[in-house]
Every structure is written in C-alpha cells, then in structure tokens.
C-alpha cells in the first residue's frame, strides 16, 4: 500500500537553530514529491517540487533533498516566521493522485 | 488576481441539512480539486475535475457532489450532513494535472451537529 509518513509530528526549536523534517515514502515508484507549508487558518502554499534520488531544492532558509525512501526539508537557522505546519506529498508512479503525509509542525521560538 | 476564493469561512450544520460549498479561480486552471483536513491525517482528496463539464471522484466522494459548469466555479455539495463530514475543506486549482503547482483556497470549517 502506498504510503506517507512525516517526522516528527512537532518541532520546536529555537529560533538560528537548524534542523530537518523527515518525509518517508512507500510507493510502487516515484514520479514526484511535494513539500507544501500551510499557515494557521490558511491553506497550503506550494514550496518545492522533486523528481529523482539527488536532487536538491533550495529557498531562503529552506532546502529539499531526496532519496529513494526519503525526503528531507532541512531548515538552517530558522526565524520565527519559519512557524507553521509543513506538509509532503508524493505521486506514485502511475498516477496523478498524490498521496500526502499528516504534516511537521514547526515552531521557531524567538 | 484572487487567485483560489472559498465561501463561507465558517459553517455549522445540523445532521441531515444540506449546504454547498463555493470556490472559484481566476486564473483559467483547466483541473480543480476538493479535499478535506482532519487532524493526524493528511489531505484527502473527495473529487476533483480536469475541466469545465468533467468531474470525477477522489479517495472519499461518499456524501459529496460536484459540478462543473465554468472553468472558474466548482462548488461541493454535502447531501445529507453527517457528523462524520466534521472538517476543514480545502479547494485548489492547478494549471492542468494535480502535480502541477497546486493553489489552495483559505479553507471552510465546517461543523455537523
């Protein structure tokens, strides 16, 4: 069964102190993944698209690497603007549904 | 441009109403998309259409139905609410595909009683 899983399900951190989130994938092939943020009361906003094991994606504070089994959004010395939930997705091989994760949610304390 | 419009904001039903939900785009996408948020899951997509006149179901279209008259409107329509159907809904609009760079709407928090 296709499947998404994102960790950890929260993260607080201080704020200039980088970490990463974690998106592991089970699909029977990859033809993309997502990483999308979504404020509070707000809907997602699309950050990176990735398409093949070694590639990588950067904006701003924020950059996208992707393994075979695996995606990480790596965040170097975050602000507290970097708060919110992110979110990854992935299509499978096949398909144009994307299967999405349950979310990080990030909180950057000042 | 406005982008991707959700109407209303906030809604609570008692079980068994009906209510539709608006959204519409401005930005001439051929593929639009309804999805609903619980918490501790992610986006589940409930129907979706690749045009105006062609709508299709997603993962969860049981107690939902859409339309699609124009490229720009593609309202969900609950049928019978259910407390079940207790969720944030979520519209986006893509260029063509899905896995094209999606644009989501605000959202509606809709409550069943």
């Known amino acids: 069964e296709d499947q998404v899983t994102q960790s950890p399900e929260a993260l607080r951190l201080q704020e200039g102190e980088s970490s990463s989130l974690n998106c592991s994938y089970t699909?029977?092939?990859?033809?993309?993944l997502f990483w999308y943020r979504q404020d509070p009361g707000k809907g997602p906003e699309f950050l990176f698209t990735?398409?093949?094991?070694?590639e990588e994606k950067e904006k701003e504070r924020l950059k996208a690497t992707l393994t075979k089994k695996e995606s990480f959004l790596h965040i170097t010395a975050p602000k507290p603007e970097d708060s919110a939930t992110y979110l990854c997705?992935?299509?499978?091989?096949?398909?144009?549904?994307?299967?999405w994760g349950a979310g990080t949610k990030l909180i950057i304390k000042p | 441009n406005a982008g991707v419009t959700q109407t209303p904001k906030f809604q609570v039903l008692k079980t068994g109403q009906s209510m539709t939900l608006q959204c519409a785009q401005d930005m001439n996408h051929e593929y639009m998309s309804w999805y609903r948020q619980d918490p501790g899951m992610g986006l589940r997509l409930i129907h979706y259409s690749v045009g105006a006149g062609i709508t299709d179901q997603g993962e969860v279209p049981n107690g939902y139905n859409v339309s699609r008259s124009t490229t720009e409107d593609f309202p969900l329509r609950l049928l019978s609410a259910a407390p079940s159907q207790t969720s944030v809904y979520f519209c986006a609009s893509s260029y063509r595909v899905q896995t094209d760079t999606q644009y989501f709407g605000p959202g509606t928090r809709l409550t069943v009683l």
């Open positions: 699909v029977s092939g990859l033809r993309g």
């Open positions: 990735l398409y093949s094991a070694g």
């Open positions: 997705a992935v299509q499978p091989a096949g398909n144009y549904q994307l299967i």
